[in-house]
Nanobody, 126 residues
Framework: QVQLVESGGGLVQAGDSLRLTCAQT????????MAWFRQAPGKEREFVAA????????YYARSVMDRFTIAKDNAENTMYLQIYNVKPEDTAVYYC???????????????????WGQGTQVTVST
C-alpha cells in the first residue's frame, strides 16, 4: 500500500514562489506515474501536472505549464511541484496522486491514480 503525504502549502502573496512536496512510502513500479491535482473552492478537482517515475518525463496542464515545474527525487521517493509567480487563481487544495498508467494518454485523469494524499491548502493573497 502506497502512502502519500503532501506538505509545503500555506498563505502566500501573489508573485511569490512556492514549492509543494509529496513524500511517498511503498513500491513504485516501472509504469508508475505521480501527479498533482488541485481543487479550488466551488470547483471540481483538476489535473495540474504529472511525472513518469521511470524517466522523469513531465506533463502539464496547459494553464500552468509556464509557471509550474514538476520534479522528483528517486533517492528520497519524493515529488515536488514548484510554482513561480503564484496568482490568486492558484488558490486551491493541492493533492498528490500515484498509480500505474496502463494507457499513456490517461495521465491527466483521476481514475488511473489509486493512491491519494490528503491535500495541502495553498492560499494566495493579493
Amino acid at each position: 500500500q502506497v502512502q502519500l503525504v503532501e506538505s509545503g502549502g500555506g498563505l502566500v502573496q501573489a508573485g511569490d514562489s512556492l514549492r509543494l512536496t509529496c513524500a511517498q512510502t511503498g513500491r513504485a513500479f516501472s509504469s508508475w506515474y505521480m501527479a498533482w491535482f488541485r481543487q479550488a473552492p466551488g470547483k471540481e478537482r483538476e489535473f495540474v501536472a504529472a511525472i513518469r517515475w521511470s524517466d522523469g518525463s513531465p506533463y502539464y496542464a496547459r494553464s500552468v505549464m509556464d509557471r509550474f515545474t514538476i520534479a522528483k527525487d528517486n533517492a528520497e521517493n519524493t515529488m515536488y511541484l514548484q510554482i513561480y509567480n503564484v496568482k490568486p487563481e492558484d488558490t486551491a487544495v493541492y493533492y498528490c496522486a500515484a498509480g500505474v498508467m496502463h494507457y499513456y494518454s490517461d495521465f491527466d485523469k483521476e481514475q488511473p491514480y489509486d493512491s491519494w494524499g490528503q491535500g495541502t491548502q495553498v492560499t494566495v493573497s493579493t
